[in-house]
T-cell receptor
Framework: DAGVTQSPTHLIKTRGQQVTLRCSPKSGHDTVSWYQQALGQGPQFIFQ???????QRGNFPDRFSGHQFPNYSSELNVNALLLGDSALYLCASSREKRADTQYFGPGTRLTVL | QQQVKQSPQSLIVQKGGISIINCAYE??????FPWYQQFPGKGPALLIAIRPDVSEKKEGRFTISFNKSAKQFSLHIMDSQPGDSATYFC????????????FGSGTQLTVLP
């Protein structure tokens, strides 16, 4: 049973560029949440997708957007990258009907130069 | 308030000793309290979790103690091993529809051989 997978593993971008990160949820999971983890800090909630809709958003600007596909996989897009966007981006999946806790993927390490 | 406060920031214990990490919260809308273990370069992995109607939960060497009236909970690692050396995060899940997690700032545990 595959867990949560994310791609790419690492990414280097320059300021002002745009980036797309991808996530495939754990088998049987239908809800995807994205978190940003800055170095030395705990993950911070960006937003959650369920039934292909953004259901909840944390305190992140509109430069952060996402999408969920019919197969429950998800993308996180960040526009106009800033140096401060450098972080580990984590995807977590869960099952809506069982209200399980969230299982995390290995993350994508984004470096903005 | 959505904060979860975690202490200590770092902890060094001898092999076989007891590691104790403490967390406190303010938001009474939290309904589930997981602990995550994170190794360098990896995503957080669920370790153990507790609901607020239970005062203690034990799984192997790991125990959560929960004090609902004080809004505090703690992780105890018995017989700590060098392989337990990692960063530990407490978290609290919001009871709303998204059930997003709010994380503490993390505790870097080092178990000396």
């Amino acid at each position: 049973d595959a867990g949560v997978t994310q791609s790419p593993t690492h990414l280097i971008k320059t300021r002002g560029q745009q980036v797309t990160l991808r996530c495939s949820p754990k088998s049987g999971h239908d809800t995807v949440s994205w978190y940003q983890q800055a170095l030395g800090q705990g993950p911070q909630f960006i937003f959650q997708y369920y039934e292909e809709e953004e259901r909840q958003r944390g305190n992140f600007p509109d430069r952060f957007s996402g999408h969920q596909f019919p197969n429950y996989s998800s993308e996180l897009n960040v526009n106009a990258l800033l140096l401060g966007d450098s972080a580990l981006y984590l995807c977590a999946s869960s099952r809506e009907k069982r209200a399980d806790t969230q299982y995390f993927g290995p993350g994508t390490r984004l470096t903005v130069l | 308030q959505q904060q979860v406060k975690q202490s200590p920031q770092s902890l060094i214990v001898q092999k076989g000793g007891i590691s104790i990490i403490n967390c406190a919260y303010e938001n009474t809308a939290f309904d589930y309290f997981p602990w995550y273990q994170q190794f360098p370069g990896k995503g957080p992995a669920l370790l153990i979790a507790i609901r607020p109607d239970v005062s203690e939960k034990k799984e192997g060497r790991f125990t959560i103690s929960f004090n609902k009236s004080a809004k505090q909970f703690s992780l105890h690692i018995m017989d700590s091993q060098p392989g337990d050396s990692a960063t530990y995060f407490c978290a609290a899940r919001n009871s709303g529809s998204a059930r997003q997690l709010t994380f503490g700032s993390g505790t870097q545990l080092t178990v000396l051989p």
